[in-house]
T-cell receptor
Framework: ETGVTQTPRHLVMGMTNKKSLKCEQH?????MYWYKQSAKKPLELMFV???????ENNSVPSRFSPECPNSSHLFLHLHTLQPEDSALYLC????????????FGEGSRLTVL | GQQLNQSPQSMFIQEGEDVSMNCTSS?????WLWYKQDPGEGPVLLIA???AGELTSNGRLTAQFGITRKDSFLNISASIPSDVGIYFC???????????WGAGTKLIIKP
């Protein structure tokens, strides 16, 4: 199994839909992250979880709602999104929040119509 | 907030050419990381640097942690088609435990 797995790989949703992105890591890490990637921009950190507790929320709109039920799984719940939320959403994990090296999943490409 | 300037934004090169890219910061960093992102994939760590002046290689890739601790360089020698992708630098400063990212350098190899 790959280290960090994200599903779905592609998602198209309307502005009134509710959907979720899922991330699973098989590396035994205890920190997990959601990043937003837009073309030609630096990766934007959205949320950080350490030992299942949220330790960072970088002023992300409430239409994005993360959930970390255990140290191996991370979800991003989406509702009433806007077209400008269309992007690649990357999940990553690390050995701890002070660990310097992140391991990324393949990303979920989100298109909001 | 802290920002990294990564250049060039894109590069068009011939197969076999050497490639150089760099990142600069306005503040001092204690860690520099270089990632590569293939189309349709997430970023993958190439090289990690932890000490000023450090020079580290990974195959045809060589990266350096600048002496001033405000910059880092990545060189690719004798490029091949599978080198295409986006290369990102990322750094950690003493004042922030989260990585700061550059905007990426897109490498395109001309046939």
């Amino acid at each position: 199994e790959t280290g960090v797995t994200q599903t779905p790989r592609h998602l198209v949703m309307g502005m009134t839909n509710k959907k979720s992105l899922k991330c699973e890591q098989h590396l035994g890490h205890n920190a997990m992250y959601w990043y937003k990637q837009s073309a030609k921009k630096p990766l934007e950190l959205m949320f950080v979880y350490s030992l299942e507790e949220r330790v960072e929320n970088n002023s992300v709109p409430s239409r994005f709602s993360p959930e970390c039920p255990n140290s191996s799984h991370l979800f991003l719940h989406l509702h009433t999104l806007q077209p400008e939320d269309s992007a690649l959403y990357l999940c990553a994990s690390s050995g701890g929040i002070s660990a310097r090296e992140l391991f990324f999943g393949e990303g979920s490409r989100l298109t909001v119509l | 907030g802290q920002q990294l300037n990564q250049s060039p934004q894109s590069m068009f090169i011939q197969e076999g050419e050497d490639v150089s890219m760099n990142c600069t910061s306005s503040s001092i960093f204690n860690t520099w990381l270089w990632y590569k992102q293939d189309p349709g994939e997430g970023p993958v760590l190439l090289i990690a640097l932890y000490k000023a002046g450090e020079l580290t290689s990974n195959g045809r890739l060589t990266a350096q942690f600048g002496i001033t601790r405000k910059d880092s360089f990545l060189n690719i020698s004798a490029s091949i088609p599978s080198d295409v992708g986006i290369y990102f630098c990322a750094g950690l400063s003493d004042s922030n435990y989260q990585l700061i990212w550059g905007a990426g350098t897109k490498l395109i190899i001309k046939p």
